[in-house]
């Protein structure tokens, strides 16, 4: 199962709206609704603020959305804040109960 | 409240094996898989992964098979990974995490702090 594929980074001031795309396959992205997002801080576990596509976890910011078409899903973060430079993670599940990461996207805030 | 804790912080020797433990509280454990996932340095999220707490069935990632197990303990709501021959680039943080996957959900909502695994000489 190869990793789905992120944009190795984006960039936006405060304020500012980003998107980050997930590229998969009619096997993974494009066959279920089950693609989660990752926020990651270095040193920090990974936190969870989407599922199911476009589904926020209770107590993720409504600055996070989800949205899917066909093999490719995207993140959308509104309002960029300094505290939103991570690295974002999408993950999809996969045939035979696996699931597969995407390659992880570096997130700068101006 | 759910909570995921993780072993500590180990450096083994090319060849060796490592096994690293999750204890998961808060939840009804059986209900839930477990994921195990790896970041080596530098690197994006790798998933290793996964085991039903339920019924203990498994599935690894295909780069990994033969060299990996994981197992559940129900009386101690513990999860293990075990690595064996391990190499260089083994060398990661090692996540584990609650996986509240069904037909129609999945995601990793609960993970542990992370276990640092160096394979030197």
């Known amino acids: 199962q190869s990793a789905l594929t992120q944009p190795a980074s984006v960039s936006g001031s405060p304020g500012q709206s980003i998107t980050i795309s997930c590229t998969g396959t009619?096997?993974?992205?494009?066959?279920?609704?089950?693609v989660s997002w990752y926020q990651h801080h270095p040193g920090n576990a990974p936190k969870v603020i989407i599922y199911?596509?476009?589904k926020r976890p209770s107590g993720v910011s409504n600055r996070f959305s989800g949205s899917k078409s066909g093999n490719t899903a995207s993140l959308t973060i509104s309002g960029l804040l300094a505290e939103d430079e991570a690295d974002y993670y999408c993950?999809?599940?996969?045939?035979?109960?696996?699931?597969?990461f995407g390659g992880g996207t570096k997130l700068t805030v101006l | 409240q759910v909570q995921v804790v993780q072993s500590g912080a180990v450096v083994k020797k090319p060849g060796a094996s490592v096994k690293v433990s999750c204890k998961a509280s808060?939840?009804?454990?059986?209900?839930?898989?477990i994921t195990w996932v790896r970041q080596a340095p530098g690197q994006g999220l790798e998933w290793m992964g996964w085991?039903?707490?339920?019924?203990?069935?498994?599935n690894y990632a295909q780069n990994l098979q033969g060299r990996v197990a994981m197992t559940i303990d129900t009386s101690t709501t513990t999860a293990y990974l075990d690595l064996k021959s391990l190499r260089s680039d083994d060398t990661a943080v090692y996540y584990c995490?609650?996986?509240?996957?069904?037909?129609?959900?999945?995601?990793?909502?609960?993970w542990g702090q992370g276990t640092l695994v160096t394979v030197s000489s």
């Open positions: 085991i039903s707490a339920y019924s203990g069935n498994t």
């Open positions: 199911e596509a476009t």
């Open positions: 808060g939840y009804t454990f059986t209900s839930y898989g």
């Open positions: 993950c999809s599940y996969a045939p035979t109960n696996t699931r597969v």
């Open positions: 995490a609650r996986d509240s996957c069904t037909s129609t959900s999945c995601y990793l909502d609960y």
């Open positions: 009619s096997s993974d992205v494009g066959s279920y609704n089950l």
